[in-house]
C-alpha cells in the first residue's frame, strides 16, 4: 500500500486502515467507538479523505457546535 489517500487505496484497505486506527470497536460497552466508525464512512466509501473529517470534526469540536445526527458520543 503506497499511502492513506483514496487514489492510494483500495476500499478494502480504507477499511483495515480505519480498524486498525480505532482498534476493536465492537468490543465497547458505551457505544462511542461504533460512532467514529461511522465518522469515517466517507473515507472508505472514498468520498473524502480522512485530513478532511478530522478536520471537520475537530471544527464542530472547538466551535461547540454538534453535527448532525449525533446524540453524545454516538450516532443515532
Do not use: H, W
Not at 6 to 25: F, Q, S, W
Not at 42 to 66: H, L, W
Amino acid at each position: 500500500m503506497a499511502g492513506y489517500l483514496i487514489k492510494d487505496t483500495t476500499r478494502e484497505e480504507r477499511e483495515r486502515i480505519v480498524e486498525e486506527a480505532l482498534g476493536n470497536i465492537s468490543g465497547t460497552c458505551d457505544g462511542c467507538s461504533a460512532g467514529l466508525a461511522e465518522m469515517y464512512q466517507d473515507y472508505i466509501d472514498g468520498k473524502k479523505e480522512i485530513r478532511e473529517i478530522n478536520m471537520e470534526f475537530q471544527a464542530r469540536y472547538v466551535s461547540g457546535e454538534e453535527a448532525p445526527g449525533r446524540g453524545g458520543c454516538g450516532y443515532i
